[in-house]
């Protein structure tokens, strides 16, 4: 379990308890008792089977694929998958590839529903690229309508294992996730994904290194 956890679920047992004592009426604490409950669920951090082969790109976070299109960037033409995250879904975030951290950027925003395209541009963010396995990925940890706070606990020029835990999105949230245009995608619209362990897309042999 992510620490957050830990910090909210116990939090709001103390309170519950408080008003058990206070109120001489433990009806009074069934609503903490509850979020407690749901904090304690909510920021769950599963152990996760990581793929071993070659070349291949996990998901970097839980949620459903809303997006598979190709792209023109400054960098070039790459291939975008977008993946929304309910608040039924875990919220940890994992690295796609194995690599070195080559860029990580933060960026306050707006707090537009995580479904609403716009939201990969206007809301708060952090956008991380990777360099490793003979090619680049970067991925945008994007906050939601609820999500108020994106945790990421590495620094740039940091090494990454493919499936590392490496950062959080509070509640509802989005992940943009950039790979190069010869990437064989993997996933679909409407598929589920899990962190670190399903593949989005694997490059070709002749790019891997």
């Not at 830990?6 to 008003?19: E, P």
């Not at 990421?152 to 509640?171: M, P, S």
């Not at 509802?172 to 897309?201: H, I, T």
Request: hydrophobic letters at 45%; one cysteine or more.
């Amino acid at each position: 379990m992510v620490r957050d956890g830990y910090i909210y679920g116990l939090s709001l047992l103390a309170v519950a308890i408080a008003l058990a004592w206070a109120t001489g009426n433990w009806a009074w604490s069934i609503a903490p008792v509850l979020l407690a409950a749901f904090f304690l669920w909510f920021f769950r951090d599963p152990e996760r089977e990581i793929p071993a082969g070659a070349g291949l790109i996990v998901s970097p976070g839980d949620g459903v694929v809303t997006e598979t299109v190709a792209i023109e960037t400054p960098g070039g033409r790459r291939q975008r998958i977008s993946i929304f995250l309910s608040v039924f879904n875990v919220h940890v975030n994992r690295s796609p590839i194995a690599g070195v951290l080559s860029s990580v950027r933060y960026q306050k925003g707006q707090y537009l529903n995580a479904m609403n395209p716009a939201s990969a541009d206007q809301n708060e963010q952090n956008t991380v690229t990777v360099c490793g396995q003979g090619c680049e990925v970067t991925f945008k940890q994007i906050a939601g309508l609820l999500a108020r706070r994106i945790v990421f606990n590495l620094h740039e020029g940091e090494t990454v294992e493919r499936g590392q835990r490496v950062g959080l999105i509070k509640f509802g949230s989005r992940v943009n996730v950039l790979l190069p245009a010869e990437a064989e995608l993997r996933v679909k619209v409407g598929d589920r994904v899990k962190g670190g362990s399903s593949v989005l897309a694997a490059m070709p042999a002749g790019e891997r290194t």
